[in-house]
């Protein structure tokens, strides 16, 4: 079967350090991914996507992903945090076989001063 | 264009009561899904549908009912709302179900008493 994985439900970083949010999917087809945010009490923004093209996507932001097919992973890194990044981030994943998405469980983000 | 709208934003329910989210989108998208959020939990799909006229399940479709008449349209329906079904309800478009991402609504924040 198809899943996504996001391995930390929470991830906790000072303002100007990096973040990293790390995400796995087990597949027997080659996948589309995707990053969406969720600011509280609002609905989902795309932060990026990877379909295939370059591995390394960059998205909104200051946001980017590096796909890794040998360890089936789709980490999401940004080189310095701001305060407003401060929300919860999906990993999903989309197979061309399947009828849905599949989104992780999701990371929520904070960020301190 | 307003893209894919959500209504309403709130709801409040007893027991047992039955009602309907609305969902409606103008970009002449052809596949629309309908997801629920709960915490740690991700998105989950409840139904889909591929066109008008068409319609199918989704992981948790239990207690959930959808139609769809127009391509435009695509509401929820709960029969006997349960406290279970307390969620945020997210609707979702795209041109087809290959066409991902697909387009979110602001989503429906929906108690049931």
């Known amino acids: 079967a198809q899943s996504v994985t996001q391995l930390d439900s929470h991830v906790s970083v000072s303002e100007g350090t990096p973040v990293l949010l790390r995400c796995n999917y087990s597949?027997?087809?080659?996948?589309?991914l995707f990053w969406y945010v969720q600011h509280p009490n609002k609905g989902l923004q795309l932060l990026l996507k990877y379909t295939s093209a370059a591995t390394l996507v960059k998205g909104i932001n200051g946001f980017e992903a590096e796909f890794k097919k040998s360890e089936t992973s789709f980490h999401l890194t940004k080189p310095s945090a701001h305060m407003s990044d401060a929300a919860e981030y999906f990993c999903v994943v989309f197979w061309e076989a399947g009828t849905a998405l599949i989104f992780g469980k999701g990371t929520t983000l904070s960020v301190s001063s | 264009n307003a893209g894919v709208t959500q209504t309403p934003k709130f709801q409040v329910l007893k027991t047992g009561q039955s009602m309907t989210l609305q969902c409606a989108q103008d970009?002449?998208?052809?596949?629309m899904s309908w997801y629920r959020q709960d915490p740690g939990m991700g998105l989950r799909l409840i139904h889909y549908s591929v066109g008008a006229g068409i319609t199918d399940q989704g992981e948790v479709p239990n207690g959930y009912n959808v139609s769809r008449s127009t391509t435009e349209d695509f509401p929820l329906r709960l029969l006997s709302a349960a406290p279970s079904q307390t969620s945020v309800y997210f609707c979702?478009?795209?041109?087809?179900?290959?066409?991902?991402?697909?387009?979110f609504g602001d989503g429906t924040r929906l108690s049931i008493l």
């Open positions: 979702a478009s795209s041109y087809s179900y290959s066409d991902q991402p697909q387009h």
């Open positions: 597949s027997s087809y080659s996948p589309s």
């Open positions: 970009m002449n998208h052809e596949y």
